[in-house]
């Protein structure tokens, strides 16, 4: 079964600072998707970021992008220029190809200092 | 644009009474709908979803059922709550056919049974 970890359960960051989270996955599929979630204290999910794994390229949202390493089944998301408004839970999540569900890691709560 | 419903947004209800919680989408045809659970401090898990009217699948045996009257509501259900069924609950579309493969969620019912 696939399974997605998020190996930091809290991270801090000044504001305006860059900060990075990590997600690894296990998978033996070559067909599947990748997304962060973020979830403010108002709990509704917000998707923030999305990555096909047959593109090579990072995918980039303004101040969020990726690093999805293959090979590594790796997924780690970096947000720049850090707000006061970007703090929340960010959670890491895998969808395989031509499958209904998503499988979500455990969260990263993320707090930003001012 | 996509609009997505649920409600009531807080429901306390007492161990062994009914559940009905109603999630509606605007502007899409034929999504796939999704009901996903959160317990406290944890990630989604998700419970059912479904491609097509009266098309149900059901991720994990437990006390909740759900249903599908029309193409956009998707509607979860309990005949006898259990402690247990707390949580946070969030319902979610998808439309691949018009390549929307990620899911969007609504806002959540915060479900507290005593």
């Known amino acids: 079964a696939q399974t997605v970890t998020q190996s930091q359960p809290e991270m801090s960051v000044q504001e305006a600072e860059t900060v990075t989270l990590s997600c690894t996955y296990d998978t033996s599929e070559s067909d599947y998707y990748l997304f962060w979630y973020k979830q403010p204290p108002s709990r509704q999910m917000i998707l923030v970021i999305r990555q096909e794994a047959y593109k090579q390229q990072n995918a980039t949202e303004n101040r969020f992008s990726v690093n999805f390493q293959k090979a590594a089944k790796s997924f780690s998301l970096k947000i720049s220029d850090s707000q006061l408004g970007d703090a929340a839970m960010y959670f890491c999540a895998y969808k395989k190809g031509g499958s209904e569900k998503l499988v979500f890691g455990k969260g990263t709560k993320l707090t930003v200092n001012p | 644009s996509q609009t997505i419903h649920q409600w009531p947004a807080t429901l306390v209800q007492p161990v062994g009474s009914p559940l009905s919680l109603e999630c509606t989408v605007e502007?899409?045809?034929?999504?796939?709908l999704y009901w996903y659970r959160q317990a406290a401090g944890r990630g989604l898990q998700l419970l059912f979803y479904?491609?097509?009217?009266?098309?149900i699948s059901s991720e994990v045996p437990q006390n909740l059922s759900a249903s599908r009257p029309q193409d956009r509501q998707f509607i979860l259900s309990s005949k006898k709550l259990l402690l247990s069924d707390s949580g946070f609950y969030l319902c979610a579309w998808s439309n691949m056919g018009q390549g929307t493969w990620e899911q969007y969620f609504g806002p959540g019912t915060r479900l507290t049974v005593t």
């Open positions: 502007g899409t045809s034929n999504p796939n």
């Open positions: 479904s491609v097509g009217i009266g098309q």
